[in-house]
């Protein structure tokens, strides 16, 4: 089954978005809970992947002085190698096209080092050296 991706537009998805966060990053990955939710959750566009209708994966997309950044992409990991991340990037990418204020915006990430092959597809280009963010190794990324 090929994961969907919907805009989240209400609270249920919005807690189901949150619970993907809390069980990737701060569970799994030890993030600590207070760099995981921020005060950007309200101006970012979120995204709910599912699988079979199962919440499965989530990101966002907010804008920032330095052009759009596209983050907190997370998939849980019984649904990982399922495409879930490609369908993410793609929804989130199709959704800044649709978007006219994001046209002439630089779209940029923070990748960590084992995503960078998956944005990569999308054309998305390492942009300066290696850096740690939250203990994990990340490198900038640009829309080429």
Same mark, same amino acid.
């Given at each position: =089954?090929?994961?969907?991706?919907?805009?989240?537009?209400?609270?249920?998805?919005?807690?189901? @978005?949150?619970?993907? /966060?809390?069980?990737?990053?701060?569970?799994?990955? #030890?993030?600590?809970? @207070? &760099?995981?939710?921020?005060?950007?959750?309200?101006?970012? +566009?979120?995204? !709910?992947? $599912?699988?079979?209708? $199962?919440?499965? #994966?989530?990101? +966002?997309? +907010?804008?920032?002085?330095? #052009?759009? $950044?596209?983050? /907190?992409?997370?998939?849980?990991?019984?649904? +990982?190698?399922?495409?879930? #991340?490609? &369908?993410?990037?793609?929804?989130?990418?199709?959704? !800044?096209?649709?978007?006219?204020?994001?046209?002439?915006?630089?779209?940029?990430?923070?990748?960590?080092?084992? @995503?960078?092959?998956?944005?990569?597809?999308?054309?998305? *280009?390492?942009?300066?050296? =290696?850096?740690? *963010?939250?203990?994990?190794?990340?490198?900038?990324?640009?829309?080429?």
């Amino acid at each position: =089954m090929r994961p969907i991706v919907e805009k989240i537009t209400n609270k249920e998805s919005f807690d189901q @978005a949150f619970k993907i /966060r809390e069980l990737v990053f701060v569970i799994e990955q #030890g993030v600590d809970p @207070a &760099a995981e939710y921020d005060e950007f959750e309200k101006e970012s +566009r979120h995204f !709910l992947a $599912k699988i079979d209708g $199962k919440p499965v #994966g989530t990101a +966002r997309w +907010r804008f920032t002085k330095n #052009g759009v $950044k596209l983050e /907190r992409f997370a998939v849980l990991e019984e649904a +990982r190698g399922k495409g879930v #991340g490609q &369908a993410l990037v793609a929804a989130v990418l199709e959704d !800044l096209k649709s978007t006219p204020e994001a046209a002439d915006k630089t779209k940029y990430l923070h990748s960590q080092l084992t @995503a960078v092959p998956l944005y990569s597809k999308f054309g998305f *280009e390492k942009v300066g050296e =290696m850096f740690e *963010e939250c203990k994990i190794q990340h490198y900038k990324m640009e829309l080429a």
